[in-house]
């Protein structure tokens, strides 16, 4: 089982669409990540969390310590938006991080 | 601050030959992570090291792969006898501090495709 897990594995939504992405973890964490990968490009840090909600223009990610899980919501999507994105914990012991496998999105115009 | 820098962005190498991968860390980084990302898979962590020092290499392959981080110079993923199982985009990443999740920056990574 891998330490973490996102959901759902691929989604497409229409353009204006409220997308969530949801990932749950089995480790004990200091801190979770949020990631984005465009085809082909690399890896850009959205969010980094420990506790409660930030939000970043039209994204917003929250989690819940307690229950292990993080959400990534994006609202009025945009095909700009289409990419990867990839869930990301900093365990709380040793120097690893664990990555989901990501969430392919894409937004139809 | 330029980021972190990775070059090439894509290498390509005949099967047997060797593939060196630099990743040059942000201005004040000193602790650089290296990943690997596998096709259709997720990013897996592979090593983990200081300046001149190796702190966690327990997802490196234990044969043909090392890793340094030298005093002066970015740091070298080195993959020796290249097969085509090695053919993924490899990630570098830093921090400025052991443990640290604030400023922790990844860069753009390297194609690697053996043939």
């Known amino acids: 089982k891998n330490e973490v897990e996102q959901s759902p594995q691929n989604l497409t939504a229409q353009e204006g669409e409220f997308i969530t992405i949801n990932c749950s973890y089995s480790v004990g964490i200091s801190a979770l990540h949020w990631l984005q990968q465009h085809p082909g490009g690399g890896i850009v840090s959205l969010f980094m969390?420990?506790?409660g909600k930030k939000k970043h223009g039209r994204l917003i990610a929250t989690i819940n310590i307690q229950e292990k899980h993080s959400s990534l919501h994006i609202t009025a999507s945009h095909p700009r938006d289409s990419a990867v994105y990839i869930c990301a914990v900093a365990a709380n012991t040793g120097n690893q991080f664990y990555f989901g496998t990501g969430t392919s999105l894409t937004v139809i115009p | 601050n330029a980021g972190v820098m990775q070059n090439p962005r894509h290498l390509v190498r005949r099967r047997g030959q060797e593939a060196r991968l630099r990743c040059s860390p942000m201005k004040g980084h000193s602790h650089v992570y290296w990943y690997r990302q596998l096709p259709e898979e997720g990013l897996k962590f592979m090593v983990y090291l200081q300046k001149e020092n190796i702190i966690d290499e327990s997802g490196m392959p234990k044969e043909r792969f090392s890793a340094e981080f030298p005093k002066e110079g970015p740091s070298i993923l080195r993959i020796q006898q290249v097969v085509r199982g090695d053919s993924a985009a490899y990630f570098c990443a830093s921090s400025p501090s052991q443990g640290s999740n604030y400023g922790y920056t990844f860069g753009s990574g390297t194609r690697l495709t053996v043939v």
């Open positions: 969390l420990s506790s």
